[in-house]
């Protein structure tokens, strides 16, 4: 019962009842199972080291983070250097990438020409992934984009093409903004959970990497 509930379902009646079904048929198939001797068999007992080793692994990670609560200092601390982060707009973006500047340049020429931006991307562009879409990259921060990207990414309004092809260390990029709009940052309280299991999994990866450290590892 207390499962369910954690599951959001209520504690009624028709909830026990059904639990209790189940634990009935539960048995009744754990008994008709041994009646048949398949608790003796290699592959049971290799699923039950298995599940064995697997429930011990979770109970551990339920008490260590038990006894390695996150305080609210650091929580705000992170959620500070995060919120800092996400200050500004982000961007409905669609780009196409060429191989060199002279590419670029050609595919510049037949958009000014009048050539619809998202056919020239799904034609020209060499990173697959976005030209499948017509050039898009949904909306993004600008921070998370190579330096020079965003800076060009920064002069652009609602509308608005790069002028001049723009260099990564990908290639060369025709930079279109389809809207923009300020970063919406959640709340200390909207972020709270995420950070929580955000920083403890961080430390808990050190924890790991401990008990790594002192194992004797055979592989």
């Given amino acids: ?3 369910m509930q954690s599951q959001g379902a209520k504690d009624n009646p028709e909830l026990r009842n ?3 079904q189940k634990l009935v048929m539960d048995e009744l198939l754990q008994q008709e199972a041994t009646r048949r001797g398949l608790d003796k068999s290699e592959a049971f007992q290799q699923q039950m080291a298995a599940a064995r080793q697997q429930l011990l692994a979770q109970m551990l990670v339920a008490e260590w983070s038990k006894a390695n609560p996150v305080d609210d200092k650091t929580l705000k601390a992170e959620y500070e250097r995060i919120k800092a982060q996400l200050s500004g707009n982000e961007y409905h973006v669609r780009h196409i990438m060429l191989a060199s ?3 670029a340049k050609a595919v510049l020429d037949r958009l000014a020409k009048g ?3 998202d056919k020239l991307a799904k034609e020209k562009a060499t990173d697959k992934g976005s030209a499948a879409q017509g050039g898009l990259l949904g909306w993004v921060p600008a921070s ?3 330096p020079s990207f965003t800076d060009a990414l920064k ?3 609602k509308g608005q ?3 001049a092809p723009v260099k990564t260390e990908a290639g060369w990029h025709i930079i279109r903004v389809e809207d923009l ?3 919406k940052v959640p709340s200390f309280n909207e972020a709270k959970q995420g950070l929580t299991r955000q920083i403890q999994g961080k430390k808990f990866d050190e924890f790991l990497n401990q008990l790594r450290a002192k194992a004797k590892i055979e592989q």
């Fill in 1 to 3: 019962v207390k499962s």
């Fill in 18 to 20: 059904m639990v209790k």
């Fill in 101 to 103: 500047e002279a590419d």
């Fill in 115 to 117: 050539e619809k931006f």
């Fill in 144 to 146: 998370q984009f190579p």
């Fill in 155 to 157: 002069k652009l309004g």
């Fill in 161 to 163: 093409m790069s002028p």
């Fill in 181 to 183: 709009r300020p970063i």
